[in-house]
């Protein structure tokens, strides 16, 4: 891999983990945050629903109250009460008739003496007449409105039954009890407002039979629950709401869709009813999957323009570097003349002029060394390099020429081999004193030829301690002599 590809690879990673830590840390505050602005909208949705059921449900109260109230209603129950006579029960049917049509909510109104029995009604009468009879503590004062439940009519509108007593001078003279439709809480739950498209507001309830059940119409309604009344499973988190232990917040719950959402719950403490906040996870977490997809983007971006600028920056940094090294392999091929010629003032620059120095100070010494070697092979004389341990180490071919051994058969053996016998103690002597440092001049000895003839030979010499090697020059002296 060259140094171009290195420096885009290292540069892609470097951008690449920088982006990693980015998007693992910005995530992961993307996420806190999240939790925390969700928990924070469901639970101030919740609290605002609580808050919107319990003033409707006061405002009922108000309702029924100020018809309990009402002097004539309480002074002919009074009078009923000591007196009998239809008189006072049509006179209080007429009153109840009038504070029903003062009000679309009211479906039925009924007055009740102190035995229980209803003496004068208005509106549906059959809804009364299928309630039991209410009773009323005595403790109670006269302007106390009291909420006892809520009755279910199939897919209708459900009905909330509240019941006052009704005093007279300190005396009870009966009770009120007052039957309102609950389309308030129906267009409560059906106000969406900061709950997205798939957010839902319900109001749980428990019926006769204490049976959790929603309150109002579910805004996605499964097939064939079409209206009020769905009934919710014990172990719901929603049934658990009426129990005054609201689910958390962040829980996953798994609502009558099937559909993974977001919950949080209400207890309202004046009818005990739960009121319920959710929308869906997936909706919920939708910002940070956007914002997932766009630190994607953003790093996919982030690696082309790593790749764009590691090549740039590759091209600049490794051109000069190619460079000297295609110089470098043109002078190995022979081409002392090579130079980088790079002029750029940074470490490179001056790297590639150090580099072209040395090829310039290589190509002096091969010049050098050519001109040695030349000199080395066409000298007349004999030049050789030994070694005190008694080989040679190079010999030029003026020793072949005079003794008629090859370059090789000389290398392989002892040169005291080829010293005559009577010359080995002499050769031996001089050896020495070369190893000890001290040059030789005008030294003679015999050497045998490959033709068994001697040669006297004159050496010059001069030692190199450190290496043991001696540098010699021979030349033949006198003639030949034959072998003895």
């Not at 919107?52 to 009460?81: E, H, I, M, P």
């Not at 009558?256 to 997936?282: F, M």
Request: some cysteine; aromatic content about 8%; hydrophobic content about 45%.
């Amino acid at each position: 891999m060259d140094i171009r590809t290195k420096l885009v690879f290292t540069l892609v990673a470097v951008a690449l983990t920088a982006m990693l830590v980015f998007g693992l840390i910005a995530n992961g505050t993307a996420e806190h945050r999240f939790r925390e602005s969700t928990t924070a909208q469901l639970d101030g949705l919740a609290a605002f629903k609580e808050a919107a059921v319990t003033q409707l449900v006061a405002g009922w109260s108000d309702r029924v109250g100020l018809v309990a109230s009402r002097t004539a209603l309480r002074v002919n129950l009074a009078g009923l009460k000591r007196e009998g006579g239809s008189q006072f029960a049509e006179r209080i049917e007429a009153i109840l008739v009038d504070a029903e049509a003062a009000s679309p909510l009211i479906v039925a109104l009924g007055a009740y003496d102190t035995m229980g029995r209803l003496v004068a009604s208005s509106g549906d009468a059959t809804t009364l007449s299928a309630l039991d009879q209410p009773t009323v503590g005595q403790s109670e004062d006269g302007t106390a409105v009291r909420f006892t439940g809520v009755v279910f009519r199939g897919s209708e509108t459900p009905l909330a039954i509240f019941v006052a007593p009704m005093l007279q001078e300190g005396e009870r003279v009966g009770v009120l009890r007052a039957v309102l439709l609950t389309t308030e809480i129906e267009e409560l739950s059906g106000n969406q407002s900061g709950l997205g498209d798939t957010g839902e507001t319900i109001v749980v309830v428990r019926d006769e039979a204490g049976v959790a059940r929603v309150l109002h119409p579910l805004r996605f309604p499964p097939d064939g629950q079409e209206g009020s009344g769905f009934t919710v499973g014990a172990g719901d988190a929603l049934a658990r709401s009426l129990e005054g232990r609201p689910a958390e917040v962040m829980q996953t719950y798994v609502d009558y869709r099937g559909a993974p959402v977001l919950l949080a719950t209400r207890l309202v403490p004046s009818t005990g009813w739960g009121v319920a906040v959710k929308i869906d996870r997936a909706e919920q977490e939708r910002p940070i999957a956007e914002f997932r997809g766009q630190m994607r983007r953003l790093a996919l971006a982030l690696a082309a323009f790593a790749i764009l600028f590691g090549t740039g920056i590759g091209i600049r940094v490794a051109l000069p570097i190619h460079r000297m090294a295609e110089t470098a392999e043109k002078i190995a091929a022979g081409d002392l003349a090579a130079r980088a010629n790079i002029s750029q003032e940074d470490e490179v620059g001056m790297l590639a002029r150090t580099f072209d120095g040395m090829a310039e100070a290589l190509e002096k010494q091969v010049g050098l060394l050519s001109e040695y070697r030349k000199f080395f092979e066409v000298s007349i004389d004999m030049l050789c390099i030994a070694g005190t341990d008694g080989y040679f180490k190079r010999v030029n071919p003026a020793f072949s020429r005079e003794l008629g051994w090859t370059q090789d058969e000389l290398l392989a053996r002892p040169f005291l081999d080829l010293v005559h016998e009577d010359d080995v103690a002499s050769t031996l002597l001089e050896i020495e004193k070369l190893a000890g440092g001290s040059p030789t001049i005008r030294f003679d000895n015999r050497f045998l030829c490959r033709d068994g003839s001697y040669k006297w030979l004159r050496w010059n010499a001069y030692p190199e301690p450190e290496s043991g090697r001696l540098y010699s020059i021979a030349r033949r002296t006198g003639v030949s002599e034959a072998s003895s």
